[in-house]
């Protein structure tokens, strides 16, 4: 097991949502979005933030905060109050997915056999922007995902 389980935790959050069927079609990053990327919905996920300290006195192990800090956007083309809310309720029902793996799987498949690495994880921060973009309305929530480990 590495001795930071931040980015493996990532990939694997990140190849599940790709394989859960209420995300078909909406893109997944483990990285930022492109300037040149055109979507209409993805999730995309930004920044780890990590905060670890000994276990105990004398004790190898580590304990291990990590925030990963994701984006859901979704662009919704057309313009008015009807289309802003299709484009919020859609990012919504990302989020739901998002929530729905967490809770499902919260080590996200990287606790060896008979190992709780990962302790705990969930959702501990959403926060919604809503935008115009050319033709389009977009919806964009901010969400952070925490995980504590023992390393």
């Given at each position: 097991?590495?001795?930071?389980?931040?980015?493996?935790?990532?990939?694997?959050?990140?190849?599940?949502?790709?394989?859960?069927?209420?995300?078909?079609?909406?893109?997944?990053?483990?990285?930022?979005?492109?300037?040149?990327?055109?979507?209409?919905?993805?999730?995309?996920?930004?920044?780890?933030?990590?905060?670890?300290?000994?276990?105990?006195?004398?004790?190898?192990?580590?304990?291990?905060?990590?925030?990963?800090?994701?984006?859901?956007?979704?662009?919704?083309?057309?313009?008015?109050?009807?289309?802003?809310?299709?484009?919020?309720?859609?990012?919504?029902?990302?989020?739901?997915?998002?929530?729905?793996?967490?809770?499902?799987?919260?080590?996200?498949?990287?606790?060896?056999?008979?190992?709780?690495?990962?302790?705990?994880?969930?959702?501990?921060?959403?926060?919604?922007?809503?935008?115009?973009?050319?033709?389009?309305?977009?919806?964009?929530?901010?969400?952070d995902i925490t995980i504590t480990t023992r390393i």
């Open positions: 097991m590495n001795t930071w389980t931040a980015a493996l935790y990532l990939k694997a959050l990140r190849d599940n949502l790709k394989a859960r069927p209420g995300l078909a079609g909406v893109l997944v990053y483990g990285a930022p979005i492109g300037a040149n990327d055109r979507i209409n919905e993805a999730i995309a996920f930004i920044d780890i933030d990590t905060v670890e300290v000994p276990a105990a006195l004398g004790n190898r192990s580590r304990e291990e905060d990590y925030t990963i800090e994701g984006v859901i956007e979704v662009n919704q083309p057309g313009a008015g109050d009807d289309i802003a809310d299709a484009a919020r309720d859609r990012a919504v029902a990302i989020l739901a997915e998002i929530e729905a793996e967490v809770r499902e799987k919260p080590d996200a498949g990287i606790n060896p056999p008979g190992q709780q690495i990962v302790r705990h994880s969930g959702i501990t921060r959403k926060n919604l922007r809503q935008r115009t973009r050319d033709e389009y309305r977009v919806a964009i929530i901010e969400v």
